[in-house]
């Protein structure tokens, strides 16, 4: 069985533009911003889809392929695996087109005591879209998380923009 969606030895993706907000023993929050050669309504299509573009090195299953996204308020972002499933996060925000906002702990932050939010946020920038993906993480243990977490989110972000300009 896979260690987690954001398993710790994989930490090492390519980023895209990043930053970590804050980060302590007990919190951290990072903010990735970039452009993307797509208008809004083609990133928010590909955004909802994550099979098309997370990375399957970042999964229990090993496939991206089992990853969905029932976007509306209350929806799961959940993962099929041979012997069950995965609920990853759950959405609490969705305006189309604009925002998406889930809660839960990825990878190795689904088994500790935290609360977690990933809020990605698109505007019109030009002839593309700007996307803005900040997670915000508290509760106990943090301390030295953060950029591994930074790290894999920013290798997502970079796979989604691939796939919405494709």
């Not at 919190?27 to 990735?32: D, E, I, L, M, S």
Request: glycine content about 10%; some cysteine.
């Amino acid at each position: 069985m896979r260690l987690s969606l954001l398993a710790l030895p994989l930490f090492l993706a390519t980023p895209a533009p990043a930053e970590i907000v804050r980060a302590s023993d007990t919190n951290f929050a990072t903010r990735h911003k970039l452009t993307i050669a797509a208008p809004p309504a083609k990133v928010w299509e590909t955004l909802i889809q994550p099979a098309r573009w997370w990375d399957g090195a970042h999964t229990y299953s090993g496939s991206a392929a089992n990853l969905t996204l029932d976007a509306r308020p209350g929806g799961c972002w959940c993962e099929k695996t041979a012997s069950g499933g995965v609920e990853h996060m759950r959405v609490v925000y969705l305006a189309a087109n604009d925002t998406l906002r889930l809660t839960g702990g990825l990878g190795p932050l689904q088994a500790m005591p935290v609360i977690a939010v990933l809020t990605v946020t698109l505007k019109p920038s030009g002839a593309g879209t700007e996307l803005t993906a900040s997670y915000a993480v508290a509760g106990p243990g943090l301390a030295g998380i953060a950029a591994p977490v930074d790290g894999v989110l920013g290798g997502q972000w970079t796979r989604l923009k691939a796939a919405a300009e494709r």
